[in-house]
């Protein structure tokens, strides 16, 4: 576990409301409040489990979005420091794997024609697509010689949706912290 984090609290503590607190007690109070917070939403899950299926059709405040967006991706993190002079380092490695979800109200307007019917721009630079593609460890074509992009970008395209409210939650446990 890194303890800068719980250092940089204790001082920021000291500094903002002017009270002394030991680096210890911060770590204490983090994992308690994180614990607690973790109980809410599993009972939060368990009661949405207990409605009947029309029941949880129904959205639980009076604003429904027009457009819901759900975008689910994985990655690997560093756990600890490479560097960590430490006899008792965990045979898995210093990296696992985390899951991040995405979620997002949106609001749009219906339209009668395709809002997009080019390809934005910043799918049209082989420069950017080139680094794409080699930060996922795939191949990209030469860069020369390439059209240059359209003039429009998605930025600048009429009837874009527009986020409303984007919630982001992540887990090292697996898929199924997220719940059903």
Do not use: H
């Amino acid at each position: 576990m890194q303890l800068a984090s719980f250092v940089q609290a204790t001082g920021d503590l000291e500094a903002l409301a002017e009270v002394k607190v030991s680096r210890e007690r911060v770590q204490r109070w983090t994992k308690r409040i994180g614990n607690q917070r973790v109980a809410q939403i599993k009972e939060q899950a368990e009661a949405y489990q207990e409605l009947s299926l029309p029941d949880r059709g129904r959205s639980p405040v009076d604003q429904v979005p027009q457009v819901a967006c759900v975008q689910m991706d994985g990655g690997r993190i560093q756990i600890r420091d490479r560097q960590e002079n430490s006899d008792d380092r965990e045979s898995k490695g210093y990296w696992r794997e985390s899951l991040v979800g995405c979620c997002l109200s949106m609001t749009s307007e219906e339209q009668s024609t395709d809002s997009c019917p080019t390809i934005p721009k910043t799918f049209m630079d082989p420069a950017r697509i080139s680094d794409l593609c080699r930060g996922i460890k795939g191949f990209s074509g030469d860069v020369e010689g390439a059209e240059d992009p359209p003039p429009n970008s998605p930025d600048d395209r009429i009837g874009r949706p527009e986020v409303l409210v984007r919630s982001v939650v992540a887990t090292r446990e697996g898929i199924d912290a997220f719940g059903k």
